[in-house]
């Protein structure tokens, strides 16, 4: 049985008179322990498709099933319950601004009625777990964004959720914080157990944290499985727009206006390497055989859960013969290679 | 300057001002808080949206809003003389200044419940609140600040609205104004009077501030 079931989830909103699809027939499964990224362009339907979740979006039709409960089956109640096992932390953080962090931990507590002293003690053991002891008597106004994101995954974690959902948890965050929020996620889901659900519309951070991944576009699910085979082989257009917008650096945005002129005048190659190449100096080689310089356009190459992954976007030579000579040569090298068109 | 008969009255006149603001306020927070907690979550984008209920106390606020305060005092008067048993002196003064605070204050709260953060109230929503939880653990405490600041303007209209009930016989620092510096041109005890208004006036403004800025988590 799987931790999350989507069952054909419909969303429409209804805006002076305008009926909107946010969401067509999904149909998801996310298994216990997952690290499942949600990604798509703004607008996809995502933020939705999150709130569907825990139902603080309720679905026009079909069905989201939590471990075997159908969550449109539950009363308010029931559904109120059931929303303690599923946490949730925001792009903006949600902390409350006039109490402090310790607080703050306590506060989901204080509501499911555990009594402040117990609270308290929980609320400790979790400032611990996200680094932030020595802040709990500050306010959420004096720390960083970085910081009360760790404030906000305390209090997710304070009532003890099987389940994590993260909306554009690092949109709000510079680079290296990033990182770090997310590295303090993949601890948590391998210490705790818990399942993650992240919503993003960085493909960085999809490749940092995430095993499996849906792309979601117009409110339709195009693809999903293993990030490793969607990153290699993405099949829909959507898959291979949000890879080749993906920057080296988490949380760039790459819509530089002059870049896609510059690739045009070239004919461009996206090299993926695999786990046995990344490494070797191919290109270097390639270069020397060949004796004639390639344009590289882009690189990247990350740590893709445990396996060294990385991509490249080369601009060959105007010569047609090397080019075909070059790509024989890397396909030779046992290197994914497809050729990137117009609109990067 | 003054014999002690006048000092006496106008010591008087400070302890029926006060006594009619602070009652009234009170009161006006009694019926105005809890409105203008009804018109914050049964607004469309509230937290349980209820299009009869917000019209209706919509309209009824406006209503008594737009009447001047003088107009409805002279229009509650048989009213207050059912509730109080006369419509003089400070004690039935109150039920006109209570009539029109309330929605005043309702207003005031409704506007300091808007600008709490939607996003804090839907990760209260994700925890498991409920929407009692959201109203008393969440949408007062953030927005205690502002409340505090809408306490503090509205501490000081309802102080100028006692003033004005003076002119019908409501007792306070206003009555005198009316009676010795209007009726008898006894200017110097009007000035008095106003000086002693303003003074008031300062003290709840300065007090209420000072509040607000201690409760004030944010900076």
């Known amino acids: 049985m799987s931790e999350i079931e989507v069952k054909h989830l419909t969303k429409t909103f209804e805006q002076k008179g305008i009926v909107v699809e946010a ?21 996809a339907g995502k933020s939705t498709l999150v709130r569907c979740l825990n139902y603080l979006e309720k679905p026009t039709d079909g069905q989201v099933i939590i471990a075997g409960q159908d969550l449109g089956a539950l009363s308010e109640k029931e559904l109120r319950k059931q929303r303690s096992d599923i946490a949730m932390i925001f792009q903006h953080f949600n902390l409350l601004m006039q109490k402090n962090v310790l607080d703050n931990v306590c506060f989901p507590l204080l509501i499911q009625k555990v009594n402040k002293k117990e609270a308290k003690e929980r609320a400790r053991e979790l400032l611990q777990i996200v680094g932030l002891s020595e802040k709990e008597k500050a306010y959420p106004a004096q720390l960083s964004g970085g910081q009360k994101q760790r404030v906000a995954i305390a209090r997710a974690l304070a009532s003890n959720p099987k389940i994590l959902l993260c909306d554009e948890a690092t949109s709000a965050l510079d680079p290296q914080t990033t990182a770090s929020i997310l590295d303090l996620l993949k601890q948590i889901n391998k210490d705790l157990g818990i399942t993650i659900v992240i919503i ?4 960085a951070v999809i490749r940092e944290i995430c095993n499996r991944v849906a792309i979601i576009e117009h409110g339709v699910l195009v693809e999903n499985g293993l990030v490793e085979d969607i990153f290699n082989h993405p099949k829909s257009q959507a898959a291979r727009e949000l890879i080749l917008r993906d920057l080296p650096e988490l949380g760039e945005n790459v819509n530089t206006p002059e870049l896609p002129e510059r690739i045009q005048t070239d004919r461009k ?3 993926v390497f695999s786990e046995n190449s990344a490494f070797e100096p191919v290109i270097a080689n390639m270069i020397l055989k060949f004796n004639t310089p390639v344009n590289i356009l882009r690189a990247d190459t990350k740590n893709v859960g445990g396996y060294a992954k990385g991509e490249m976007i080369l601009g060959l030579p105007d010569d047609r013969h090397l080019q075909v000579d070059i790509e024989t040569y890397l396909k030779e090298k046992g290197l994914e290679i497809e050729e990137v068109t ?3 | ?29 009694l019926f105005g808080l809890p409105m203008g907690i009804l018109l914050t979550v049964t607004d469309r984008d509230g937290i349980k949206p209820n299009a009869p209920v917000y019209k209706a106390l919509d309209v009824v606020i406006n209503m008594v ?21 006369k419509s003089y002196g400070s004690t039935a003064t109150i039920v006109p200044l209570v009539v029109a605070a309330a929605p005043y204050i309702a207003r005031m709260v409704e506007s300091s419940l808007k600008e709490v953060d939607p996003g804090v109230i839907e990760a209260a ?82 007090i209420g501030m000072k509040i607000a800025s201690n409760l004030d988590k944010r900076k």
């Open chain 1, 23 to 43: 969401l067509k027939d999904i149909n998801l499964n996310i298994e216990a322990g997952d690290i499942y990224g949600i990604i798509g362009m703004s607008g």
């Open chain 1, 200 to 203: 993003t519309h960085q493909m």
């Open chain 1, 269 to 271: 190659l996206r090299i």
């Open chain 1, 342 to 344: 117009g609109d990067v």
């Open chain 2, 1 to 29: 300057m003054f014999d002690s008969t006048i000092i006496n009255m106008l010591l008087e006149g400070i302890r029926d001002t006060l006594y009619m603001t602070l009652a009234s306020t009170l009161l006006g927070y």
């Open chain 2, 65 to 85: 809003r737009s009447v001047p305060f003088l107009i409805l005092l002279i229009l509650l008067i048989p009213f207050t003389r059912f509730l109080v048993g």
């Open chain 2, 125 to 206: 929503r994700s925890m498991g609140a409920s929407n009692f939880d959201i109203i008393f653990k969440v949408m007062l405490v953030e927005a205690r600040t502002s409340l505090i600041i809408g306490a503090t303007i509205s501490i000081g209209t309802i102080l100028g609205y006692s003033a004005m009930a003076g002119t019908v016989g409501g007792g306070g620092l206003g009555d005198i104004a009316v009676r010795y510096g209007y009726h008898r041109w006894q200017t110097d005890i009007m000035l008095v009077t106003v000086a002693l208004l303003i003074i008031l006036f300062q003290i709840f403004q300065t």
